[in-house]
């Protein structure tokens, strides 16, 4: 099963953040800190994690920062969970009774195949959101 810490969600926050934000891409460590609501030093880390991974490349200068390395089409949510926890598929819900041996693996399996999906699916969670704020008014 796919472990999901505050490192994942920290992570997906930022991938998040420069993916509603591509128009303004690189974008500095402190921009993407402030606006994903994530502790610079803990960003840090999770970015090198990131560019480790081929998720993102940095670029340097004046007008520098972190980017995509490659086309948001082909990063997996699964591919950030993996790259920046340390063990992040094992089966951690290991009990004495097959039948929920069972229901923890299947559970398991439907969480990774749901990770399975390009970031770019955010566009659908951005638009529901915006549809339902549409009908607080």
């Avoid at 948001?72 to 009990?95: H, R």
Wanted: hydrophobic share 45%; proline share 4%.
């Amino acid at each position: 099963m796919p472990k999901i810490t505050t490192k994942s969600v920290y992570a997906l926050a930022a991938v998040y953040f420069l993916y509603s934000h591509m128009h303004k891409l690189p974008m500095k460590i402190e921009s993407i800190a402030e606006g994903a609501h994530i502790p610079k030093n803990f960003l840090e880390q999770l970015l090198l994690l990131l560019k480790k991974s081929g998720i993102l490349k940095s670029i340097r200068g004046a007008r520098g920062g972190y980017t995509f390395a490659k086309d948001v089409q082909e990063i997996l949510f699964l591919d950030i969970v993996k790259a920046v926890e340390s063990e992040c598929c094992n089966d951690v819900c290991k009990t004495h009774n097959p039948v929920l041996n069972l229901f923890w693996k299947d559970l398991g399996a439907c969480i990774q195949d749901f990770l399975q999906r390009p970031i770019s699916d955010l566009d659908t969670y951005i638009k529901k959101t915006q549809e339902a704020s549409m009908f607080i008014i």
